[in-house]
């Protein structure tokens, strides 16, 4: 397990405290998952628990000493549906909204998490002011936080998650942690023997059929294989049965996501078309004067030449499905750009790539994609433009060009992307 | 001719990241189902288009032999890629952790040399449902890795020459490695389904409400 050290002396002999943390890979997957779905960043909190576990001492100079674990074990994920659902943009957090969103796994709160494409590995100001206010609120000293960053190349073959987590409410040194996931590690199927160790003693070999036949059915098989066989085997039909539960949930969301889907679009067309409507009717109105000499030919070219200027029409919310034109690059940036090498282009992950000129400080463009358009699992009114945009922290250069739906440049973070070969660190990271 | 660009979505990749994590002893791999998307496509039968395996502990690029065993893949099937999860990294200077993944194909640079890389550029497409199809290959993992204990041990099994003692060993074996399989698989793999499925009833409660809502506000126009 990964460790962090730190040293007191308590004054009864002095004791080590060691960190480890902790997740599965079917948490971590499903965050990477959670947020591969989201268009913007994607947070969440974790759930677990934090544990001290005292270990014997492990080496002579540690004689005299105990040696305690703290151990921070995330069991699993609460995704939020969307961002700012429980601070605003001062990073004020709503209490309330905060219970609503936890319900009653607030007491299994340790921590929270984000992820953020193509930023710096480290908390933005925002995200310190949330961290202070969630310790505080929730009471708990040692709150964590698990950032995840996304990069990738400059033409999108390869792509990057990297992740720290920080307890920020220790002092500088002891921030980090090390994240440990653990899994089948060694499936030691060498441990097998296939031969015993040489021996002709005659004692030994009558001791140990005589005893050893305790372990064996009549048909030779061992006893204890089968008793787990059956362990593995009612396992796996739960682990099928609940599947199956999920599998229906899915299919019944989905269902009921494109019902919410076709009445959103339904309304907007027929807000559209009684704004149509409206405006004809005020164009006739306006065409017929007092004298009421309205002459049903120019009237009738007048109404014809209506404008559909509009209310914002609802976007569709039709996944691009046709994938013969690659998906939406993000900005060019004129090459020598100096923000190209502080900025990268957001990319990837179905990114629409909506840069908001954010210094942490509220949305520029309050850009709602209008390209590339998503609905994420219970995010509602695709009208309310702020919730929907794209929040880039840390972003240090104004000079942000709007998107354009050009394919071809695309600005990776140049002096990080590994071309030939070794997955060593960025610079900085 | 190669790949233009792949589109893996969100629920595949979700698979292949599981796979990937399962362990950071062996390399897993696994293949990609799906199709070939032209400019006028009609429906077309899904169908393996690439494989896909894990680096744990190391670079993400293809070895040698990864690069002759896609170049070998693309003999039968010009548009077949392949896929790397590099995973289980760590800068042990700044406790950051890392996951990559990338995307290749294979090119011979000139008549007999050897084979090379080229790049595709790989896209995770957002699915906000996982298919049917997904969660199946989520649960069948568990389901491989006893089968290839059993395998394996059923060998062992059929050496008669073995003492008692070294039986009860391996019987052991067996017994340790299913467990390791369960704890460390099957466990997990059920708490993540059972909080999917908590977190499913939850957006549909929400999703009913929206409908209801918006029902009504479709009758008022």
Not at chain 1, 8 to 13: A, Q, V
Not at chain 1, 62 to 70: A, C, D, K, Q, R
Not at chain 1, 149 to 172: D, G, M, Q, W
Not at chain 1, 246 to 267: A, G, P
Request: with cysteine.
């Amino acid at each position: 397990m990964g460790y962090s050290a730190c040293a007191k002396d308590c004054g009864l002999g002095a004791y080590v405290s060691i960190m480890a943390a902790s997740i599965s890979g079917y948490t971590f997957s499903s965050v990477c998952y959670h947020s591969a779905n989201s268009n913007s960043d994607h947070e969440g909190f974790l759930l677990g628990e934090v544990r001290q576990e005292e270990t014997l001492s492990i080496s002579d100079s540690h004689i005299g000493s105990s040696e305690f674990l703290n151990v921070i074990e995330v069991h699993n994920h609460e995704p939020c549906t969307q961002l700012f659902s429980f601070y605003d943009y001062a990073g004020n957090v709503n209490e309330e909204n905060l219970n609503r969103i936890l319900k009653d796994r607030r007491k299994n709160v340790i921590g929270w998490y984000r992820f953020r494409r193509n930023t710096q590995q480290q908390m933005s100001f925002r995200e310190q002011v949330i961290h202070k206010q969630l310790t505080h609120i929730l009471g708990i000293p040692d709150l964590v936080f698990l950032l995840f960053s996304f990069i990738s190349t400059a033409n999108s073959s390869t792509h990057a998650l990297e992740y720290v987590l920080f307890r920020p409410n220790r002092n500088k040194y002891n921030q980090r942690i090390s994240l440990s996931i653990p899994n089948l590690g060694n499936t030691s199927q060498q441990e097998y023997k296939v031969s015993s160790v040489p021996n002709t003693s005659k004692n030994y070999t009558s001791v140990i059929k005589e005893h050893g036949t305790e372990f064996f059915d009549k048909d030779g098989v061992m006893k204890d294989i089968r008793a787990i066989f059956q362990v593995y085997s009612a396992l796996q039909e739960r682990v099928q049965a609940v599947c199956c539960e999920v599998d229906q949930s899915e299919r019944v969301k989905e269902k009921i996501q494109e019902e919410v889907n076709k009445l959103k679009e339904e309304i907007t067309l027929r807000k559209r078309n009684s704004a149509e409507e409206e405006r004809r009717l005020q164009e006739a109105a306006a065409v017929m004067l007092p004298d009421n000499s309205a002459l049903p030919d120019s009237s009738h070219s007048s109404l014809t030449q209506v404008v559909l200027s509009g209310p914002s029409v609802e976007p569709s919310l039709e996944r691009p499905v046709n994938s013969s034109s690659p998906p939406i690059y993000s900005t060019t940036l004129p090459p020598d750009s100096p923000s190209a090498i502080l900025l990268p282009r957001p990319q990837a992950v179905g990114s629409p790539g909506h840069p908001s000129p954010s210094l942490g400080l509220g949305n520029g463009d309050g850009s709602s994609s209008d390209s590339l358009n998503r609905q994420a699992t219970g995010q509602e009114d695709q009208e309310d433009d702020d919730e929907d945009s794209s929040e880039y922290e840390n972003l240090v250069s104004e000079q942000l060009q709007p998107p354009s739906l050009t394919e071809t440049v695309l600005l990776g973070r140049p002096a990080t992307l590994w071309p030939d070969g070794d997955a060593h660190s960025p610079p900085g990271s | 001719m190669a790949v233009s660009a792949v589109h893996l979505e969100s629920d595949a990749f979700l698979v292949c990241m599981n796979h990937a994590l399962s362990t950071e002893k062996e390399e897993v791999m696994g293949l990609c189902i799906g199709e070939h998307r032209l400019a006028d496509m009609t429906g077309r039968p899904m169908r393996v288009v690439g494989w896909y395996h894990s680096h744990p502990h190391i670079t993400v690029w293809p070895s040698h032999v990864d690069v002759r065993t896609q170049a070998m893949y693309q003999m039968m099937d010009q548009g077949f890629v392949g896929l790397i999860f590099s995973c289980f990294i760590e800068d042990k200077n700044t406790k950051t952790g890392r996951v990559l993944y990338t995307c290749f194909q294979s090119v011979q640079a000139q008549k007999g040399s050897e084979y090379e890389r080229i790049e595709i550029p790989i896209h995770v497409v957002p699915h906000e449902a996982i298919g049917k199809v997904c969660l199946e290959s989520a649960v069948e993992l568990p389901r491989i890795l006893c089968q290839e204990e059993q395998d394996t041990y059923r060998r062992i099994h059929s050496l008669t020459h073995l003492d008692p003692i070294t039986k009860i060993h391996n019987g052991s074996v067996f017994t340790k490695n299913l467990c390791s399989q369960m704890s460390a698989i099957s466990g997990p793999l059920l708490q993540w389904l059972e909080d999917r499925l908590e977190l499913n009833k939850h957006s549909i409660i929400k999703l009913q409400k929206e409908k209801e809502r918006l029902t009504q506000e479709l009758a008022s126009l």
